[in-house]
Nanobody
Framework: QVQLVESGGGLVQAGGSLRLSCAASRRTFNKLAMGWFRQDAGKEREFVAAISGSGLTPLYADSVKGRFTISRDNAKNTVYLQMNSLKPDDTANYYC???????????????WGQGTQVTVSS
């Protein structure tokens, strides 16, 4: 079992920045690929970014490329999502997730956090 706890969400104006964190309970954290997904009310959950266990391979949705950066600190069992140049369309509940291999498919992830709300005002 892996417990995931997100933090760092909040209200920000368009053009601003936030950094999300996701702390994992598992000691073999470096064996897990980590993903960030988001879901707004009435919409399907969508892929945002993912990173391999080593941290060497990041993946991004086209909608966030050049604005968001995913990273991880395996010594702290934590993955981060730095979000810059935020837009109102980025408003959603953001979830981190974990699985054994890197993927953009939410259905393949085994463990999920509770989510943290990000609201971007215009």
């Amino acid at each position: 079992q892996v417990q995931l706890v997100e933090s760092g969400g909040g209200l920000v104006q368009a053009g601003g920045s936030l950094r999300l964190s996701c702390a994992a309970s598992r000691r073999t954290f470096n064996k897990l690929a980590m993903g960030w997904f988001r879901q707004d009310a009435g919409k399907e959950r969508e892929f945002v970014a993912a990173i391999s266990g080593s941290g060497l391979t990041p993946l991004y949705a086209d909608s966030v490329k050049g604005r968001f950066t995913i990273s991880r600190d395996n010594a702290k069992n934590t993955v981060y999502l730095q979000m810059n140049s935020l837009k109102p369309d980025d408003t959603a509940n953001y979830y981190c997730a974990a699985r054994g291999g890197l993927s953009m498919d939410a259905d393949l992830y085994d463990y999920w956090g509770q989510g943290t709300q990000v609201t971007v005002s215009s």
